[in-house]
């Protein structure tokens, strides 16, 4: 696996990708409007990169994009990849190695997801406070290499308090909800029955997905303060449950998107 990250790194210097300061993971639905905000973009596609996986979601763009954000330089994953589509734990986040043997500093991470808080609406964004992880593989299974990070990371923050108060005073200035929640992550790629939405939701989780977590867990062990927020693209109550139409889910992302690119905009020109 270090001799895969190093060939993949070196790829990407040699190529014009250097010193990216913030990491960037685009979810669902998510990324066009904030890749418009990248100066002077470098586009590199995924398949070109030494052991990157291909994005096979069909709205997954499968771009790494460097450039600049409010002075700062920025390597951005347009379309990211899921334990659904075959690939191993390891394959999903080595793109987080990549990113921090570049030098990436910060990684902001965004997804789509389920609401299962009927406090909240869909449209709406959550700030991810904690998580719950139900996927059946751990990308850090396995021998653990020293150089990245210890065999059992700490993982009573896995969200860096320092970035979310930092989103919060955002959302408040720029008067953008953000509520801030419990994400799980199970392995899809099927939505989920009634029955798992009350399980879900009973054992404290206010949002439900299928990416984020492995990326965070690798982020975390290599030290790597990050910060992530859902979209929440579809309601799900278990007593007026409505069949998921994919295509909606989609462009309900794509309505919230502004809403999510100014509160990582401001981030990033804060860090």
């Not at 998510?30 to 070109?48: A, W």
């Not at 409010?70 to 734990?89: C, D, I, N, P, T």
């Not at 509520?179 to 992550?185: H, I, L, Q, S, W």
Request: proline share 6%; with cysteine; glycine share 8%.
């Amino acid at each position: 696996m270090i001799e895969q990250i190093r060939e993949a790194t070196d790829y990407l210097r040699k190529h014009g990708v250097t010193a990216p300061e913030v990491g960037v993971i685009l979810g669902t639905g998510l990324g066009n409007k904030f890749v418009e905000k990248i100066k002077n973009p470098l586009t590199i596609n995924y398949n070109s990169i030494p052991h990157f996986p291909i994005s096979t979601v069909e709205f997954h763009k499968g771009k790494l994009i460097f450039g600049e954000v409010k002075g700062k330089k920025v390597l951005a994953m347009q379309g990211r990849f899921h334990y659904y589509e075959g690939y191993s734990m390891q394959q999903i986040t080595l793109p987080v190695r990549v990113m921090k043997m570049l030098g990436v500093k910060n990684l902001l991470v965004s997804n789509a997801a389920g609401n299962m808080n009927m406090k909240w609406s869909k449209g709406e964004l959550m700030l991810i406070d904690d998580h719950i992880n139900l996927l059946p593989d751990n990308p850090l299974r396995g021998p653990n290499y020293e150089i990245f990070g210890p065999r059992f990371p700490d993982m009573s923050q896995p969200y860096s308090k320092k970035l979310n108060n930092q989103l919060i005073k955002i959302a408040k200035a720029k008067k953008i909800k953000l509520n801030k929640g419990v994400y799980v992550a199970v392995m899809g790629p099927n939505l989920e029955t009634r029955a798992e939405y009350r399980y879900l939701h009973n054992i404290g989780a206010d949002a439900v997905g299928m990416s984020t977590v492995p990326e965070v867990l690798v982020a975390n062990h290599m030290g790597m303060p990050c910060c992530a927020i859902s979209v929440l693209t579809d309601d799900c109550d278990p007593d007026n449950l409505k069949p998921a139409v994919i295509s909606e889910i989609i462009a309900v992302a794509g309505k919230a998107e502004s809403k999510l690119t100014d509160l990582y905009v401001d981030l990033i020109a804060s860090l």
